[in-house]
């Protein structure tokens, strides 16, 4: 494979909505640069990015895909992404590899949840944008809409680089030539607005441009990359993957207008720890030391463990030895490779701007920072913003003996996915949460092909609590005689609920050595027996504070045996009287959502015993409803905000409080306790 210096490399993100032709487009620009002899299709399982069994089975991305192409003497590296929500942190992952997000727009469905979010995202990381506008030859479509619409979300910035012409069979340049025939608008006018708002950001060049009128696009090279840095332009490109129309068009914006990696903005390092972290900038320099970002980690049934990275300084060889963040013990680069899909393409070098992957190296894990100097450790990519993983359910495997395999194997999975979680929950449950159904299921299905390992599924138990209303008293005396040396031990104590939040207290105000020092500690084991399994519901116990203010003790029998027996029930004995109840979890809950769902969405969060507390325009026809619910009214609340929305809406939530749950749950969860205890017994 030829060798490609920094300057004549490009990177994009081919990011946005999931049905907008992402992968149709990147097949297409592999087949115009001639990397590809034919274009494969989605439906028949064929394109070079969905290789995976599990993409082919459902007809759309689920994991990011590295593509690469070369057109007029430059390499343009392609990471193309999911654009559905359950698997869109492989799309923001994707974001610090590249200089810049081609935001994917169908021209039949407009501006959609995921493109404005992907819009939103690429702005915040500093990266340059250009919206492509896919299916220009659909069937009833109005580009000059969907353009009016692309400006009215994301801004007047938006501007056409070329537009379609003969009804979408082919698109005309707007920059390079002033002049021409388009189905909308005028080629002349968009080419006057586009140097208008180029040369806003250079005062000589607009001196200029006002002394004589025009200027030569050879020119605007340096202002035009200025003014995307700034995000004061962003060009929309027309363009039907399907046919190829605007594929020469397109390549040649990549080539001739987008940054090189000495030229976009640069990245998000930090060096050092904490407060003490300061902003750092690696130097696009192949002769400096290495310096590059683990951006994507994919455990490859063939070769392993494959860790994928961005290169922003120095020169990685196969004989490089790269120290992975701040481990000590380096590793040498064996065999160094380059993405073409599912294909492993070895190559000799990777300078920056080059993604590249190395293999069997155990310690790498997404978000590292690889370097090959002592003095480059602390170094960190400023953190990506990922949803919050909110669907749930607890797994366990059905083959007895594959309780061992079953927590390496969700590592693995977890090793590949940030948007994935592992929980073990103090109910002895394993938990796996995801971003929804569709991104669990892909997740349980690769674990049963790819690892032959099978589990069954149910949704998570409640993390329910109790507490107690009220003071009280409680006593226990111990006593057990068995020929032998005897077990003696008494107890009095007196209980208080702390406020919400409060936890636990173990208070010893016994005087007078009634129960010996030596001992008390088994009276708090015996007492926070009960905390882990409360009486009540068999939840866990909080929000109580617990004096020991007496007792007995016999200087022959009294052992600590007998003093946790004795701590134990006095503590039960006095919850009893203290009128217990069960606490439910409220959580706070965000839906972002059209502007029109709004009615429907707040509807349905007061019908699940939820508040709303405000909401606030986020863009264009986007709303964020924030509120408080009780955790167990929303299960299945994501296919219920799919539903609602058309697939549009997203949501989060965190843990706000607990708060006292409604009398017939709790005399629900404590019949069911009850029924549980006697099962127990009476086997």
Known sequence: MANYATEHIRTVALVG????????????????????????SVERGTTVSDFDPLEKQYLHSLRSALLHCETRGTRVHIVDTPGFPDFIGQAIGA??????????????????MITSRMMEWAGKRGLCRIVIVNKIDADHVDLPAVLAAIQGAFGKECLPINLPADGGKRVVDCFFNPSGEADFSSVEAAHRAL???????????????????EIEPDQLHAPFEKALRE?????????????????????????????????????????????????FRSEPDP???????????????????????????GTVTKDTQLFVGDGRKPFKVGHLFMLQGGKNVEIDRAVPGDLAAVAKVDEIEFDCVLHDSHDEDQIHMKPLEFPTPMHGVAIEPKR????????????????????????????????????????????LERMATQFKLEVTTRPPRIPYRETITSAAEGHHRHKKQTGGAGQFGEVYLKIEPLPRGGGFEFVNTVKGGAIPTSLIPAVQKGIEQ?????????????????NVYDGKYHPVDSKEVAFVAAGRKAFLDAIAK?????????????????????????????????????????????????????????????ARLKSMTGGQGAWSMELSHYEQAPPVLQQQLSAEYAKHRRHEEEA
């Open 95 to 112: 974001l610090d590899a590249v200089e810049t997000a081609g935001v994917v727009v169908d021209a039949q469905a407009g501006v959609e």
């Open 287 to 313: 002769a400096k030391h290495v310096l590059a970002h683990v951006f994507k980690v994919v455990m490859d049934p063939f070769v392993g463990k494959l860790g994928i990275f961005r290169v922003h300084q």
């Open 530 to 546: 009960v905390l882990s399994e409360g009486p009540l519901a068999g939840f866990p116990l909080q929000d109580v504070r617990v």
């Open 17 to 40: 909505q999931g049905s907008a032709g992402k992968t149709t487009l990147a097949e297409a620009l592999l087949v115009k640069a001639g990397a590809l002899p034919a274009a494969g």
């Open 195 to 213: 140097v208008d708002q180029v040369v806003e950001v250079d005062e000589d060049l607009m001196s200029l441009y006002l002394e004589q009128g």
């Open 231 to 279: 995000g004061h332009l962003v060009p929309v490109c027309f363009v039907s993957a399907r046919t190829g129309a605007g594929m020469t068009e397109l390549l040649q914006v990549f080539d001739r207008l987008l940054p090189n990696p000495t030229e976009g903005n640069p990245p998000l390092f930090t060096k050092g720890e904490g407060d003490a972290a300061t902003e």
């Open 578 to 638: 203290a009128k217990p109840i069960v606490l439910e979890p409220v959580v706070g809950i965000e839906v972002n959502c059209p502007a029109a769902n709004m009615g429907d969405v707040t509807g349905d969060l007061s019908s699940r015993r939820g508040q709303v507390t405000g909401t606030k325009t986020m863009q264009a026809g986007v709303l964020a409803v924030t509120g408080l619910a009780p955790l167990v009214e929303l299960d299945g609340y994501a």
């Open 400 to 443: 007895r003996g594959d309780e061992g395999r079953i927590s390496d194997v969700l590592h693995r999975m977890i090793a590949e996915d940030p948007t994935l979680k592992l929980e073990q929950t103090n109910l002895n449950e394993t938990v796996l949460w995801g971003l929804g159904d569709l991104h669990l299921r892909s997740v």
